[in-house]
């Protein structure tokens, strides 16, 4: 894709817009401008593969407006392969991969999206076009052959793999209840490839742009020996993963004062009631939805008024699922509330000063496995 001239002053709004994306201070634009100016010159390749996914996390990209997508793709990053976004098809599209690998052995970025299906050797998802076909020229056509194929022959030269969206990332929901296709995530994927293999995960369903965009400018600025890469122990960027939904969410205060919405009938209309009984796993998932909201800051799930599903987390979904029951099995200073008495005793605990935090490091079982971000 061809790069486009751009102009000093666009150049540093774009430095501004990264060090925001990237939760950094303003302090610090110069040092991400100088970063961004080695990484524009150094364009490093991306070649981005889709698995079993819905495109969703692609669409989700699409949708950033800040910055813009075309600002991303084109001046910051060099996307060589990607089956939504670029313009030609077939085996031409299919041999840029192949080229994109040979010229730059070790360099380039692999993003997935979606899981990859292990079952009858991969067929569930296979793609590429003309098995041992030649194109006009004589050339030989790369063929079509399943995903994880493609990730065998792709992930040895890469120089870090990047997943995006919870299905790449751990599964999602290809891999719940006893997936037929045997859909797995790419980091054991890759471990089974190279183990040595950086992998970074971008949790979602879908992820949200800036969790792309932002969680793939830290890794490349990582590559490239600037800035620091901090993870959780699920490969997610402490930047975007690292806070407790429940401890930054507007109705913290119904929660701890027992206040809950029980019935999707009942009266609403302020959004402030509490939804915990109707489903919420904002206690168990690290993501700063609250804070940078979606769709251009318009909203997010429980701001309007739905309960979050968990969907950053390795336990979505079948673990955190169904999505509208509360998290069974809490444990709240030793006690095991059922949900009916889930308010009180939140608002008893609240009252002798023990905060969220610790309460929801109690919770048991199924919850244990719903991981959060923070160490
Ligand atoms: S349970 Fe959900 S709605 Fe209630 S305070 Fe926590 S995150 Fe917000
Ligand atoms: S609030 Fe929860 S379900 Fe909604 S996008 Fe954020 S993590 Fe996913």
């Not at 976004?85 to 010229?103: F, H, L, N, P």
């Not at 608002?347 to 935090?357: D, F, L, P």
Request: with cysteine; proline share 6%; hydrophobic share 40%.
């Amino acid at each position: 894709m061809a790069g486009r001239v751009v102009s000093r002053r666009q150049f540093l709004k774009q430095a501004g817009a990264t060090a925001a994306l990237l939760g950094l201070s303003e302090a610090l634009i110069p040092q991400v401008a100088r970063a961004l100016e080695e990484l524009v010159a150094g364009k490093p390749p991306i070649i981005w593969l889709q698995g079993q996914n819905c495109t969703g996390c692609s669409v989700s990209l699409l949708n950033t407006n800040y910055p813009m997508i075309a600002e991303v793709v084109l001046d910051q990053l060099s996307v060589r392969y990607h089956p939504t976004i670029m313009a030609s098809a077939g085996y031409k599209a299919t041999r840029v991969i192949e080229d994109c690998k040979k010229e730059n052995k070790g360099k380039y970025v692999l993003v997935v999206e979606g899981p990859v299906p292990k079952n009858n050797g991969g067929e569930f998802c296979t793609f590429g076009v003309g098995k041992g076909m030649k194109d006009l020229m004589g050339k030989r056509v790369p063929g079509d052959k399943p995903m994880i194929e493609w990730m065998r022959e792709l992930v040895p030269d890469a120089a870090a793999v990047l997943a995006v969206g919870n299905c790449a990332s751990f599964g999602g929901i290809p891999a719940a209840n006893a997936s037929v296709t045997g859909s797995t995530a790419v980091e054991k994927i890759v471990a089974e490839i190279d183990s040595r293999k950086p992998v970074m995960n971008v949790g979602g369903c879908p992820a949200h742009p800036d969790w792309i965009i932002g969680s793939a400018m830290e890794a490349i600025l990582y590559l490239k020996g600037i800035g620091k890469l901090d993870l959780d122990r699920y490969k997610r960027s402490k930047t975007f993963f690292g806070k407790l939904i429940h401890e930054n969410c507007e109705r913290r205060a119904a929660f701890d004062a027992g206040i809950f919405l029980e019935d999707w009938n009942q009266n609403n209309q302020d959004l402030k009631l509490c939804l915990f009984k109707m489903g919420c796993k904002g206690p168990v998932t690290y993501a700063d939805c609250p804070t940078r909201r979606w769709n251009s800051q318009v909203n997010w799930c429980v701001g309007a008024n739905a309960p979050c599903h968990g969907c950053a987390e390795p336990a979505f979904y079948e673990e955190l699922s169904p999505l509208y029951e509360p998290l069974p099995n809490v444990d709240i200073l030793g006690l095991s509330p059922t949900t009916d008495t889930i308010g009180w005793i939140a608002a008893g605990a609240t009252a002798v000063g023990i905060g969220a935090h610790y309460l929801y490091k109690q919770l048991g079982q199924k919850t244990e496995s719903s991981k959060g971000g923070e160490e």
